[in-house]
Each structure stands twice: as structure tokens, then as C-alpha cells.
């Protein structure tokens, strides 16, 4: 659970963005070192207003990646992070209440083709801003780079 | 203008608010990101950029170079610039924004991609600019194009004669105070109205700039005389005018009275944490910063002379200045203000990014305070987490580099830039 304006800087320092994955991991979120060290693969990252402001560092949503997020549930997210999120696909959505609706450690699933967002611990349903077929284009296609991968392999045919 | 912008760019007659489309960019802008780029579009067997006319590369971010690994990297993005035909590459020539800007690369009503999320500071001359990830940028780079969602406009009307002590960083801070770091998310801002019409294009580009502190996708002024005969002076070209159409909507309409504002400071660590200046007394700095592609012009560098003519910085205060560019170091210089500066005890450094991404020529270590005229304070920015950055214009982070302590710069200047 994170509150809200939390930037790209605490996710991917300047310092950082050239250095290896022990020392970007040692340097991510300095005033929320537990949850570095106590996140696990899959874990949902339930977030306030305005995740990932500043940067256009498109480390900040790969770097959550490589800690084992499986995805980031928040009230609303800064567009150029977003963007990168969809770019890379890794599941960010936009889920007005979930604050709310969330504690530290429930159980909750994302269906990202529908939107809808389950507690499972509370038996609770909320439903994020969905995609457009686009976004789920591009992200069931494994990312933008794999999607102009297959238009150059498709024109070579 | 958003919506004008991104019609042409996606071949129709019109858009609205909300749709999506495929749009071909006109400029795409890249810093050291450059290499990354081309190396992801290596890796999948291209070779080749949309146009190279059209993707401009200047290395920024770590120039000059604060290790081997980086002067390496320079060399590569200039060997790769040379092998795909890059016609703009810029070395190192100063802050991205601005000397794409002041060399007229970019143009009213082009829509322009930057690996650097300030590319918002392109809407100070009426062009569409919004910064990208590398993957996006690197998509873009091959094929010319993108999909957009076209964003609601909202307006900010600027009126009335500012008063003493006022710069446009300070109506910017204001603005980020009153309305909040999502005023304008997934929005397109239009500044309009009397103050705007009367700024200049350094005003401008600090306005626009930080547009994207209040997640602004596009930040535009209207392209009018004043921006065709900033571009004129630079390029030898006519240019034409660029703005709204006469019946636009806007989501949202807000009017800043300009008259009224005093000068503003945003505390750590949001540029939306923001109070009047005069309501921070006694905050000691051990750095004052001028740099950055939000307040490091010509103009930034009278107004801090004319601030600190004949005085002293104070004895437990560093002030380091760092030019947007190049070019404006050396006008600042024939100017005589890069004289006045070091007279007054300023370190001036070569321009690039320095200090404003905790990069080099001037960390910040635990425990200080900086008063900086960039645009962020996140926690972290400028070097250590345990740093606290304050944002303000260059009028008073000149005064508080005085004092060594945050300032009102109406103490030491009684004059305004709007």
C-alpha cells in the first residue's frame, strides 16, 4: 500500500539508472525499504493518486517489473508512466476507491480485459478505468517492441 | 491547438476529446536515451530511423561527462547518430528543450515526441511536445508514428500587471499549489489572456515546462508575433502564427489574476507543496541553483545579475549557475552578467543538465537545504534523500544565495519580468 505522488525517482534514482539490479534494489523507495525487502512475485502494489509522477524514465515501471510485481491497482497514475506501462505490458490500472476497498496483504485480482478487480479476502468488486482494445493489443502482444518485431517480420514474408 | 495539432498529424479534418488515433510525429527528440533506443531497434533487425531529418539527438543529461562509462556512451551516440544519418545531432550544445528552441528545430503546430518528460516546454512556441519512454520513443524512431488519445484542453487565463519581485516561475508555482500536481492530468493546458500574450519566450518556456509537473500532456502558449519574431531572429524564416480556433472548448476555465501574486516557493518535496516566500523565513540554503531547462535563459541570468550586482553570496552558500546552453552562456556573457555573477562569488558552470537530476556540478548531501530554479523536489532528486529542495525563480534563489537563507527577492530587486 502506497499513498499518493509517489514519483519516479523513489522507483528508479538518477544515480541508479545505469547500475546493476543489486545496487537500483538497494536504492528503490528509500522511505519504504520494508517493502522492498519483503515483496514477493506476484504481489499487486495498491497505490494513491498520481503514481509514478516526474520522469519519463521508463526504469520506474521496469524496475517494479523486476521485483516480481505482478501489477500496481491505483487511484490514478501519471500519463507518461502509464504510457511506459503499457509499452512494456505490465498491468497498471486505474481504480478509483481501491484505496479504500484494499488493506495490506488481502488477496485481490486484476482482469484487465474487463477491468473488474476482486477482493478475494473481502469478497469486495470494484472496476478500473478498462483498456481500449489497443492498450490490450499491445500489452497481449507482450509489449511495443515485440509488436513492431512481428510488423517487420510480417513485411518480410 | 491539441486537437488541431493532432487532426493534421493523424490526416483528418478534425478530432475530439477522447478518441484515439495514429499520429506521425514531426520531431523526435533524444538525449543520452538515444542509444538505448537504437540498440532496442538493433536487437529486433532495424537499422534504420522514420527520417533522420527528423530525430534529433544532443547529449544532456550527464555533459559534461562525471565518468568513463558516460564519456563512452557520448561516443557511442555520436557513432550511432553517424552510422543511421541523424542531419541534427547537436552534441553538446546545451539543454535539450532549449536548443532545439533556440535554433528553430521545432516549429508552431508540430507535434514532437522527447525522451524527456519536460518536452512539454515545445508548447511555448505553440508546438504539440510530450515526453516518452524509451520503448514508445523507440517505436516511434522506426516508423514515424503512434497512437494518442487526444486530450480535453483546460485554460489557464493569466491577467493583470504582475507586481515587484515576480517572474512566470513563480505564476507556475501557483498554479501547481492552488490546483494540485493533477490539475491537468492526461489534459492539454492552453495558457491565454493578457499577462501570457505580454511574456516572453524564456517566460514562456518556464511556463510550459513545468506544465508537466501538473501532469499536463501538452502545455501550450498560442503562437502569436512575439513567438514568429523569436523564430524569425534565429532562423531567417517567416513563420506563420498558430493558435486556438475561434470557438474552442475548453473543459475547464481558470483565471490566475496575476496582479496579485507574491513570489512562491515549493517545499519538499512537491512542486504542488508551495507557499509565498514571504511565509518561509529563515530556512538557511547551503546551495542556491540556477540552472535547467525551466530558468537558466538570458533572461534568468539578467534578472540574477541585476539581484546580486554588488553584492556577496553568503560565506555558507554555494551558488553554482549552469546555462541552459551554450549560446546563452555566451550572450549572458557578453552581457556582462557572467561577470556580475562570479563578482558576487557564483560558480558558472558548462551548460547541460547538471545539478537538477542529482547528476553532477553540484549534489547535494544529507542534511542540506537547496533552493533551486528547476522543476522538481522530489525526495532524492538532486542527490541525497535526506536533502530538502526548494523550487523558486531565479529572482530569489539570487536573494536567498545573499542571505543563505530562503528570501523574498523583492529585498533586492524591484523590478519583474512579466
Known sequence: MFGDDVDTDQMAPFATLTSGWDEIKKAMFPERRDFVDSVQPGDIIVAGRNWGCGSSREHAPENLKKLGVSAVLAESFARIYFRNCIAIAFPNAACPGITQAVDARDEVELDLETGIVKNLTRSRQLRANPYTKEMLDIVAEGGLMNRLAAQIAASNR | ?418
Not at chain 2, 522527447?114 to 516518452?132: F, K, P, Q
Not at chain 2, 491537468?184 to 519566450?201: H, L, N, P
Not at chain 2, 547551503?286 to 546580486?308: H, M, P, W, Y
Open chain 2, 1 to 418: 491547438m491539441a486537437q488541431k495539432v493532432l487532426a493534421r498529424a493523424a490526416g483528418r479534418n478534425s478530432t475530439q476529446a477522447g478518441e484515439y488515433v495514429t499520429a506521425k510525429v514531426d520531431r523526435i527528440m533524444a538525449h543520452e536515451a538515444f542509444s538505448l533506443c537504437v540498440m532496442k531497434l538493433m536487437k529486433i533487425g532495424v537499422n534504420q530511423v522514420f527520417d533522420p531529418e527528423k530525430v534529433i539527438v544532443i547529449l544532456d543529461h550527464y555533459f559534461p561527462a562525471p565518468t568513463q562509462e558516460m564519456a563512452a556512451g557520448h561516443l557511442m551516440a555520436r557513432s550511432l547518430a553517424k552510422s543511421l544519418g541523424i542531419k541534427h545531432f547537436l552534441g553538446h550544445a546545451g539543454i535539450c528543450h532549449q536548443v532545439l528552441t533556440e535554433r528553430g528545430l521545432v516549429r508552431p503546430g508540430h507535434l514532437v515526441f522527447g525522451t524527456d518528460s519536460h518536452s512539454t516546454t515545445y508548447g511555448a512556441i505553440g508546438a504539440a511536445g510530450t515526453g516518452l519512454g524509451l520503448t514508445e520513443i523507440s517505436y516511434a524512431m522506426a516508423t514515424g508514428e503512434l497512437w494518442l488519445q487526444v486530450p480535453p484542453t483546460i485554460r489557464f487565463v493569466l491577467e493583470g500587471q504582475a507586481r515587484a519581485g515576480l517572474m512566470s516561475k513563480d505564476v507556475i508555482l501557483h498554479i501547481a499549489g492552488k490546483h494540485g500536481t493533477e490539475a491537468a492530468q492526461y489534459r492539454s493546458i492552453e495558457f491565454a489572456g493578457d499577462a501570457a500574450e505580454r511574456m516572453t519566450i524564456a517566460s514562456r518556456m518556464t511556463m510550459s515546462n513545468m506544465g508537466v509537473e501538473i501532469g499536463a500532456k501538452f502545455a501550450f502558449f498560442a503562437a502569436d508575433s512575439t513567438t514568429c519574431d523569436y523564430l524569425f531572429e534565429r532562423t531567417g524564416e517567416n513563420v506563420e502564427p498558430f493558435g486556438p480556433d475561434t470557438d474552442p472548448e475548453y473543459e475547464e476555465t481558470h483565471i490566475v489574476d496575476v496582479a496579485e501574486l507574491e513570489p512562491q516557493v515549493a517545499r519538499p518535496h512537491s512542486p504542488g507543496n508551495v507557499a509565498k516566500v514571504s511565509d518561509l523565513r529563515d530556512v538557511p540554503v547551503a546551495q542556491a541553483f540556477i540552472g535547467s531547462c525551466t530558468n537558466a535563459r538570458l533572461e534568468d541570468f539578467e534578472v540574477a545579475a541585476k539581484v546580486l550586482a554588488g553584492r556577496r553570496v553568503h560565506a555558507e552558500t554555494r551558488l553554482i549557475v549552469t546555462p541552459a546552453s551554450q549560446d546563452v552562456h555566451l550572450e549572458a556573457t557578453k552581457a556582462g552578467f557572467v561577470q556580475t555573477l562570479l563578482e558576487a562569488g557564483a560558480h558558472v558552470t558548462a551548460s547541460g543538465c547538471g545539478a537538477c537530476p542529482g547528476g553532477h556540478n553540484g549534489v547535494v548531501g544529507p542534511g542540506e537545504a537547496c533552493i533551486s530554479s528547476t522543476n522538481r523536489n522530489f525526495r532524492g532528486r538532486m542527490g541525497s534523500t535526506e536533502a530538502e529542495i526548494y523550487l523558486a525563480s531565479p529572482a530569489t534563489v539570487a536573494a536567498s544565495a545573499i542571505t543563505g537563507k530562503i528570501t523574498d527577492p523583492r529585498d533586492f530587486w524591484d523590478g519583474t519580468t512579466l
